[in-house]
């Protein structure tokens, strides 16, 4: 794959994307729907180049599409047409509180894996296992 077919397959997708739903189109979709095409975007970046430099030095010379990126997503980065604005919708209280959730559920997990694992272990090696109480109780409060 070229640059020029690069730009020119981001600046349909974004176009498609925002016709569909008024949204940006996605950079963590861009190798998926290329390889559905049996292409792959590497080979039209420079070796140093990421596809996020890349698409912000196309908005800066080309103005094909913008580069938006979700304000604590950081890993959320989309295009929109270039003469349009969006800003991704900021994540309501019930959101940030589902991501603790999680993130607690996550820890949890990892110490119960881990109490597992040592059930496992035979009696004569589980006498000289000491774990400070706080230790876990600290992953737990991790987050």
């Known amino acids: 794959m070229t640059e020029k077919e690069l730009k020119e ?3 349909k997708s974004v176009e498609a994307a925002w016709e569909a739903k008024a949204e940006p189109y996605l950079l963590s979709f861009v190798a998926n729907d290329l390889k559905l095409q049996g292409q792959d975007y590497k080979s039209a970046l420079a ?3 990421r ?3 890349f698409a912000e ?3 800066d010379t080309d103005h094909l599409f913008k580069v938006v990126q ?3 997503q950081k890993a959320k980065v989309g295009l929109i047409p270039y003469e349009k604005e969006y800003a991704f919708p900021a994540p309501s209280s019930d959101d940030r509180r589902s991501v603790a959730r ?3 559920t996550r820890n949890e997990t990892a110490l119960l894996s881990f109490l597992e694992a040592l059930k496992a ?3 004569e090696v589980l006498d000289d296992i000491h774990i400070p109480t706080k230790a876990l109780v600290l992953l737990l409060r991790q987050k």
């Open 51 to 53: 596809l996020k430099t």
């Open 121 to 123: 272990l035979p009696d």
């Open 57 to 59: 030095r196309v908005q």
């Open 47 to 49: 070796p140093e180049d």
């Open 9 to 11: 397959f981001l600046r």
């Open 70 to 72: 979700h304000p604590t």
């Open 102 to 104: 999680v993130a607690r």
